[in-house]
């Protein structure tokens, strides 16, 4: 399906009294030629063929007119003159933003508008605003949207982005998984005409833990294709500890490279290093394992310390009172310690 008919659904369920002129102008659009495009042709062709839909004229706004949107995938905070650079420039040369962001009325709100898409046309207009560029506004188009059609909307024109990275989307689609369609990823696929398998790797990837991501250059590098071997050890407890502590070394030499202004170490290699520290079998071994028992000497579990002291304790129910069974835990926590003090 088309970028334009998803954007007629949307549009459809968000404006029905506009829903009647959709038609004709569907089959204008399908007999028109189709010519190979750059990006920013594509971008534009996609605006144009939605604006037809919305039928709402553009304003000229001033970015402290309107509020950002939390609900969209871009990271408001993340963007520098650097990234928006060449953006920048184009505006100052067509003298303001040739394609229209999208915002909706906030009537509750402090701000007169939301934006809903155009992050980066926001963030570059108001920069040249407070660059010696007063006179430069932010063209928009108002819709009325509900939140659900509003990330729908912003997550079409994402998809055209080559900036937005696989992880930004990520975590946007697993607070809307919740926010929007009850956790039903089955739902959400359907309504963003997404493959449920594509869904639910977006989805695995926004669960990676915290301590994975730091270990590439920048979460931006944290792509689906160099997610993919990660993911499915997640569930594997062993491989997903000895990953980790691979990537706590690996989260330090990149700082380390980063203050010196030197080159990161590529995703790539960090995925072959955090492959090798999973399946390293010579890790595996020197887990030691330790018979958990109390003062009477009567078994009920097992513990085992990794070279981490990290302790897995694996507890047999038996007919120990409680007392008996914290005093055998205290007593291998304790040795745990001595264990810690001597390798130190």
């Given at each position: 399906?088309?970028?334009?008919?998803?954007?007629?659904?949307?549009?459809?369920?968000?404006?029905?009294?506009?829903?009647?002129?959709?038609?004709?102008?569907?089959?204008?659009?399908?007999?028109?030629?189709?010519?190979?495009?750059?990006?920013?042709a594509r971008r534009l062709d996609?605006?144009?063929?939605?604006?037809?839909?919305?039928?709402?004229?553009?304003?000229?706004?001033?970015?402290?007119?309107?509020?950002?949107?939390?609900?969209?995938?871009?990271?408001?905070?993340?963007?520098?003159?650097?990234?928006?650079?060449?953006?920048?420039?184009?505006?100052?040369?067509?003298?303001?933003?040739?394609?229209?962001?999208?915002?909706?009325?906030?009537?509750?709100?402090?701000?007169?508008?939301?934006?809903v898409t155009g992050t980066r046309?926001?963030?570059?207009?108001?920069?040249?605003?407070?660059?010696?560029?007063?006179?430069?506004?932010?063209?928009?188009?108002?819709?009325?949207?509900?939140?659900?059609?509003?990330?729908?909307?912003?997550?079409?024109?994402?998809?055209?982005?080559?900036?937005?990275?696989?992880?930004?989307?990520?975590?946007?689609?697993?607070?809307?998984?919740?926010?929007?369609?009850?956790?039903?990823?089955?739902?959400?696929?359907?309504?963003?005409?997404?493959?449920?398998?594509?869904?639910?790797?977006?989805?695995?990837?926004?669960?990676?833990?915290?301590?994975?991501?730091?270990?590439?250059?920048?979460?931006?590098?944290?792509?689906?294709?160099?997610?993919?071997?990660?993911?499915?050890?997640?569930?594997?407890?062993?491989?997903?500890?000895?990953?980790?502590?691979?990537?706590?070394?690996?989260?330090?030499?990149?700082?380390?490279?980063?203050?010196?202004?030197?080159?990161?170490?590529?995703?790539?290699?960090?995925?072959?290093?955090?492959?090798?520290?999973?399946?390293?079998?010579?890790?595996?071994?020197?887990?030691?394992?330790?018979?958990?028992?109390?003062?009477?000497?009567?078994?009920?579990?097992?513990?085992?310390?990794?070279?981490?002291?990290?302790?897995?304790?694996?507890?047999?129910?038996?007919?120990?009172?409680?007392?008996?069974?914290?005093?055998?835990?205290?007593?291998?926590?304790?040795?745990?310690?001595?264990?810690?003090?001597?390798?130190?």
């Open positions: 399906m088309s970028k334009r008919s998803i954007f007629d659904e949307v549009i459809k369920n968000a404006a029905a009294d506009q829903a009647d002129g959709g038609g004709d102008q569907e089959g204008a659009v399908a007999s028109r030629a189709r010519k190979p495009m750059n990006f920013a996609t605006f144009e063929e939605a604006a037809k839909l919305l039928k709402k004229p553009a304003i000229s706004l001033k970015p402290d007119e309107v509020s950002i949107w939390p609900g969209n995938a871009r990271d408001y905070a993340a963007l520098t003159e650097e990234r928006v650079r060449t953006l920048i420039d184009s505006l100052v040369a067509e003298n303001g933003n040739r394609i229209p962001v999208i915002v909706r009325p906030t009537p509750n709100g402090e701000k007169r508008y939301e934006l046309r926001h963030w570059a207009v108001a920069w040249l605003n407070a660059n010696d560029h007063p006179e430069i506004s932010l063209y928009a188009s108002i819709e009325d949207l509900t939140d659900e059609a509003a990330f729908r909307v912003a997550d079409i024109e994402n998809r055209e982005r080559e900036d937005i990275s696989d992880y930004e989307r990520a975590i946007n689609y697993k607070e809307a998984l919740q926010a929007h369609y009850g956790g039903v990823q089955r739902r959400m696929s359907e309504r963003l005409k997404l493959s449920p398998g594509t869904l639910s790797r977006y989805i695995a990837l926004s669960e990676m833990p915290r301590t994975i991501v730091a270990a590439f250059g920048s979460p931006r590098d944290l792509t689906l294709h160099f997610a993919k071997p990660l993911l499915p050890l997640m569930d594997d407890r062993e491989k997903l500890a000895r990953m980790e502590q691979a990537a706590s070394a690996l989260s330090e030499e990149q700082s380390l490279k980063q203050s010196f202004d030197e080159a990161v170490i590529p995703a790539g290699e960090v995925v072959a290093r955090l492959l090798s520290a999973a399946n390293d079998t010579q890790a595996r071994a020197r887990r030691q394992k330790q018979a958990l028992c109390t003062s009477s000497g009567r078994e009920f579990g097992q513990v085992e310390r990794d070279r981490a002291t990290e302790l897995i304790v694996k507890i047999v129910p038996t007919d120990s009172s409680i007392d008996e069974l914290i005093e055998g835990l205290r007593a291998a926590i304790e040795r745990s310690r001595i264990w810690t003090k001597t390798r130190a």
